[in-house]
């Protein structure tokens, strides 16, 4: 059985730093793609941070620069570092594996970006 489990949001201030783990289980992690999606009330899920398995990254806009994706495949764990962080960053924050045969997501965690 497949599973993902995520941690490491919060509330931080303006101009902080938060990093985000996504620990998977029961699959191959190196044969998949992953990405952080984030998505803050109101509004449609959005990329944020993808990291192929070949070893590509690609960020939004809105974050490059500040975020940083990275991957461990012996521990089977995808991070998301972001530092210099907006309240425009407030969002649940959810980590997504994905092949072609296969797509699966994290439960979310929430970041809050507030003084």
Same mark, same amino acid.
């Given at each position: ?5 995520? =941690?490491? *949001? %919060? #509330?931080?201030?303006?101009?902080? $730093? ?6 998977? @289980? ?25 990291? =192929?398995? *070949? %070893? #590509?990254?690609?960020?939004?806009? $809105? ?6 994706? @990275? ?43 507030? @003084?």
């Amino acid at each position: 059985q497949v599973q993902l489990v995520e =941690s490491g *949001g %919060g #509330l931080v201030q303006p101009g902080g $730093s938060l990093r985000l783990s996504c620990a998977a @289980s029961g699959i191959t992690f190196s044969n998949y793609h992953v990405a952080w999606y984030r998505q803050a009330s109101g509004k449609q899920r959005e990329s944020v941070a993808t990291f =192929s398995s *070949g %070893g #590509l990254t690609n960020y939004a806009d $809105s974050v490059k620069g500040r975020f940083t994706i @990275s991957r461990d495949n012996a521990k089977k764990t995808v991070y998301l570092q972001m530092n210099s962080l907006k309240p425009d960053d407030t969002a649940v924050y959810y980590c997504n594996i994905r092949a072609d045969w296969a797509t699966y997501w994290g439960q979310g965690t929430q970041v809050t970006v507030s @003084s």
